[in-house]
């Protein structure tokens, strides 16, 4: 085994754990810190949440939110892992205080998460506004106490740090001053800088994890006991420009989609769309390569990748190949990845800026669920006609696919209700959905034609009105 060491809470901890054993384990079973609940093990209700804080190359202390219960202890070599334990100060702070002073929990089992995800975003608000927040907290379920009063201690909170916290270079300092966090961690810089690491060795034996978002899901007990290959520590995130094209790396993240300038100044703000996807801890580690490589039929990233013509960098050692992404599955959930191959980088032409972009979503609830249906598309327009199209759709077929029928009929073709009615004739005959807990094969089909008509109304303007006379 190998031994590696972090910062837990206040203290050095040096352990042999398995590198793939989920943190909530190693924290409530190893070391006996049960501030950290165990509920759904699937991502779904915050109350495992800690904060992993890492020094970023510029040597800034940066803190997420995470669910402990997706993301494997090796991740914490290194790096400061926070309980809520290790929140803790004197007495209460701020943040708990707002929750006693609201009544905002009953039994508590919930309260840790609440906790540990409001101090997450204090950590990273640049707005301090109410309506950002309860994006960041969206993932925090409670089963007994209702949300009103949780969201008045939020914006109680908000209202109390706004101005004291908001301004000024050092986040941490302001938050250590006002009680938030507890002194200590003004000296985790210094500290995680001296930390020597262990550089654990023992090669890999258990399966290539990135986000881990669908793998500790899925796998769980295979990745417990293995020393897992990570590759968001092998590989960085990061969106750059490259010979014309966006080349964005494997390990990016939903929340790094959301965020990244060079694409904001590509494609526009994509945050609408990204919030639709997963909760924000989750969006933290949930990056494109494993969202491309599960192959869900249903997967958003892919979804909107495969609208912009993305092509695949896949690395076997010192071997590249690339290879379009609508090209890359066989079949349902087969990919066109070899042995010991991975994909280095998504990347799609820069040019893709000279047209429009949208994104559409359809499930059982609008946040926080998986699409029954859902479809991206890109156009060019020039005038009022539709130079260029590309289309994707998932949850209509066994695999994330390309609408090239309807593409086909799109292009060239002058802007109206009638052709919008026509595409969406045209991409309902191009699918073949299946029955199941999402919908039955009929509704889907019916859901994509309206998913296209949505996109011909978003992107070209196309009033509602017309679009309704042209439906009959
Ligand atoms: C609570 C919850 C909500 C979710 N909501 C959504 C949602 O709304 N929409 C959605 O699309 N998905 C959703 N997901 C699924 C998941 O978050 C995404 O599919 C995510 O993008 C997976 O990425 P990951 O890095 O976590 O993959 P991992 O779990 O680390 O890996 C998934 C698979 O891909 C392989 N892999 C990973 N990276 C690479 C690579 N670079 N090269 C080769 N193989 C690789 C792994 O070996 C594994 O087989 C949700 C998951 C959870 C737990
Ligand atoms: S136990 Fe529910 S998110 Fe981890
Ligand atoms: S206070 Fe009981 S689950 Fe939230």
Partial sequence: MALFRFLLNDEIVETEAPAGMAVLDFVRDRVGLKGTKHACREG????CLVLLGELTSSGELHYRALTSCLLPIGEAEGRHLVTVEGLAGAGLGPVQQAIVDEGASQCGFCTPGFVVAMTGHLLNTESFELDEALIALAGNLCRCTGYASIRRAIAYLLDDLRGTVEDGPDRIAALTRAGVLPPYFTTVGERLAALESLSPEGAADGPLVAGGSDLYVQRLHELEPATPRLLLRELPAGIHTEDCDLVLSATTTAEDLKRSAVLRATLGDLSRFLDLICSEPVRQRATIGGNIVNASPIGDMTILLLALDAELVLACESERRRTPLRAFY??????????GEIIESVRFPATRRSGAFNFEKVSKRTYLDIASVNSAAW????????????????????????LAATEALLAGQRISAELARRAADVARAEVKPISDVRGSADYKRLLLGQLVIAHL???????????VEAAG
Avoid: F, N
Wanted: aromatic letters at 2%.
């Fill in 330 to 339: 066989r079949g349902y959930k087969q990919v066109d990845l070899g042995p």
């Fill in 457 to 467: 109304h978003v992107l070209c303007g196309i009033d509602a009105r017309e679009l």
């Fill in 44 to 47: 779904d209700c915050g109350a």
């Fill in 379 to 402: 156009l060019r327009l020039d005038g009022d006609r539709i130079d260029e199209a590309i289309l994707s759709a998932g949850g209509v077929a066994p695999i994330p696919m390309r």
